[in-house]
């Protein structure tokens, strides 16, 4: 059974809206979320599934339909504010949905089969898809999950402090705990920090961060689904309180309910953060084209 690609794209929606495409980065406007969708197919996942907003499917059917037609199975999986769904009878006034792992939650019902979760707007490279495709097809269980952990020094911008969720692995390289990290950035000399209550602390660049690249089975809709009950319970109250998939993770490996195997990737990672990363990301996949990791014209 071939895996499932989910994106998380709640998000993007007001970039969307005004059928605009999200920004341009390949040579031919390919969006970011081209990229991570022919590496996908490439490496052999066997469906995409967009979780957006569900006054937003006309507009992603009309963008991705004609590419991806033949290529590869499609769906979509609304995010809304509904709780009913969840067995959650109250309605709370929020702007905003409920986070990542209620993103996730939502595809209960649509996804049977291994999948892997990843952002729509962030570049991850074909490696990580390759190496979690073959996680997925051959060691993932209802107790065995993954994510893909990336080099810290390969995940920051020259132009600011980003937030990073920093990975500590055991012997075994499975995760122990993921600690969000606010303000991380590079030093003057190219070492890697984290700065808290004005305090730095050094990073080893090899550092594992998590870049929102996870693989689970379908169980992880069952576990997850009290905890989100649970949170909603503790946090109605509090409109920006969001259900983020390492919260899942956390209390999963804690409860020893599931392993999170981290996958290392020497992958570059690369994500508009700051309005001065834009031509950075261009000329990275520039370079990818220029030699050969993809082609000119990514649907031609």
Request: some cysteine; overall charge negative.
């Amino acid at each position: 059974m071939k895996p499932t690609l989910l994106i998380l794209a709640a998000g993007m929606a007001s970039r969307y809206g005004s059928m605009k495409q999200v920004d341009g980065f390949g040579p031919n406007g390919e969006t970011i979320i081209d990229y991570s969708i022919y590496d996908a197919i490439k490496a052999g996942f066997g469906k995409i599934s967009f979780i957006i907003r569900e006054e937003f499917q006309d507009n992603f059917k009309a963008i991705f339909e004609p590419k991806l037609a033949g290529r590869v199975e499609t769906d979509y999986v609304f995010q809304s504010y509904d709780l009913k769904p969840f067995g959650i009878d109250k309605e709370v006034e929020r702007a905003k949905p409920w986070g990542t792992a209620h993103a996730v939650l939502a595809a209960r019902n649509q996804v049977k089969e291994p999948f892997c979760v990843i952002n729509a707007d962030d570049f991850y490279g074909y490696d990580s898809f390759e190496k979690m495709a073959k996680f997925l097809t051959t060691e993932a269980s209802d107790d065995t999950y993954s994510l893909v952990g990336y080099q810290v020094d390969k995940t920051l911008s020259e132009y600011g402090s980003v937030s990073r969720g920093v990975c500590k692995v055991d012997d075994n390289g499975n995760m122990v705990e993921i600690n969000e990290r606010t303000q991380v950035y590079f030093k003057p000399d190219g070492s890697v920090v984290y700065e808290e209550g004005g305090v730095e602390t050094p990073l080893p660049n090899t550092t594992r961060v998590s870049m929102n690249f996870w693989g689970f089975t379908p169980a992880v809709f069952e576990q997850s689904l009290p905890m989100f009950q649970r949170f909603v319970e503790a946090n109605e109250d509090k409109p920006k309180s969001e259900f983020f998939i390492p919260l899942v993770a956390d209390e999963l490996i804690k409860s020893g309910t599931a392993s999170f195997k981290v996958i290392p990737t020497a992958s570059k990672w690369f994500g508009v953060t700051y309005k001065e990363d834009k031509p950075i990301v261009q000329k990275c996949i520039s370079d990818l084209v220029n030699s050969g990791v993809y082609p000119e014209n990514l649907w031609a």
